[in-house]
């Protein structure tokens, strides 16, 4: 039988992958930390997801072509075509093998950023009225602290819709016959023929450190929040 080497192309470079992971893992722990009352933990997370989306929506300037949002964000036409028009030759499909986010995937990467965004900004000014106040809640007057902790409450049943739904369409690729993950986990795929190099990582790092020292001054500047949370 003939060995048939097919070729590999880059697709998700590390910062991409690493963003993912980093964010799942630190979701995980800002839910568990606030199931079982653990303010110290919760924080953290929380600044760590703050940090890494900001630093996504930067390298979605400046990074690779297939993670930048010009690349994947496509008009809703072209959405359109995507999810319903099963007649025409449908040119979006195929620049989606190209791309790696498809037209809908596309905008649904920018709906979870901003969730996280909203989630994560809105514990800064939260507080549980007893002993934990988010590093900002002071700065609020008291009907918008009510309305943080409104927004970070219902955000969060939001936010696990949308995954809930993000995990189900991977899945449903992967039954379609296209696994989205091993690019995901591995960076490469064989779909993909754009043959551009992944732009260099230390970039995304700069621009994450410095995203992560500029937070850091200003929950320093800020009253410390309490710690315990029983
Ligand atoms: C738990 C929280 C999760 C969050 C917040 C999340 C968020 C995201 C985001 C923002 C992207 C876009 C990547 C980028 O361009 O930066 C993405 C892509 C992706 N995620 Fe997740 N994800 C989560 C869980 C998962 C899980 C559990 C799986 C595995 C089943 C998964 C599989 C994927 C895959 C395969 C892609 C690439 C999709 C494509 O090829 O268009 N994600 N995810
Ligand atoms: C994306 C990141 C975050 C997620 C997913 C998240 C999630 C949650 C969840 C699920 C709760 C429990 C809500 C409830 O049952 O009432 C909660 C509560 C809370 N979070 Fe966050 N959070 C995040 C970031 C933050 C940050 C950065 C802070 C501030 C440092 C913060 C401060 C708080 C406070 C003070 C509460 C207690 C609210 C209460 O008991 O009424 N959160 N968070």
Redesign the pocket.
Same mark, same amino acid.
């Given at each position: 039988m003939q060995n048939r080497i097919r070729k590999t192309w880059p697709l998700w470079d590390i910062p991409t992958r690493l963003t993912h992971g980093l964010l799942i893992a630190?979701?995980i722990l800002?839910?568990w930390s606030?199931?079982t009352q653990r +303010?110290d933990l919760?924080?953290w997370?929380?600044?760590s997801?703050?940090v890494l989306v900001l630093a996504r929506i930067v390298w979605g300037f400046i990074g690779s072509t297939p993670s930048l949002f010009s690349t994947f964000l496509k008009s809703p036409q072209n959405v359109w075509r995507y999810l319903f028009d099963r007649t025409q030759n449908k040119p979006s499909i195929e620049h989606a093998r190209v791309t790696g986010h498809n037209p809908a995937g596309g905008w649904s990467v920018l709906v979870l950023l901003v969730l996280?965004f909203v989630? #994560?900004v809105t514990?800064?000014f939260? #507080?549980?009225?007893i002993l934990?106040?988010? +590093?900002f809640y002071h700065l609020l007057e008291s009907d918008w602290q009510d309305r943080a902790?409104v927004i970070?409450?219902y955000a969060?049943d939001v936010?696990i819709a949308f995954i809930a739904l993000h995990i189900v369409a991977v899945f449903f690729h992967y039954w379609r016959g296209r696994n989205l993950l091993l690019p995901m986990l591995r960076g490469k795929t064989q779909d993909c023929y754009s043959d551009q190099p992944p732009k260099a990582s230390w970039r995304w790092l700069l621009v994450l450190l410095i995203f992560a020292a500029a937070l850091w001054a200003a929950v320093q500047s800020a009253p410390q +929040?309490t710690t315990q949370w029983f």
């Open positions: 630190a979701l800002a839910w606030a199931e +303010p919760h924080q997370a929380g600044y997801i703050l996280l989630q #994560s514990g800064l939260n #507080s549980d009225d934990f106040n988010g +590093p902790g970070h409450d969060f936010l +929040p």
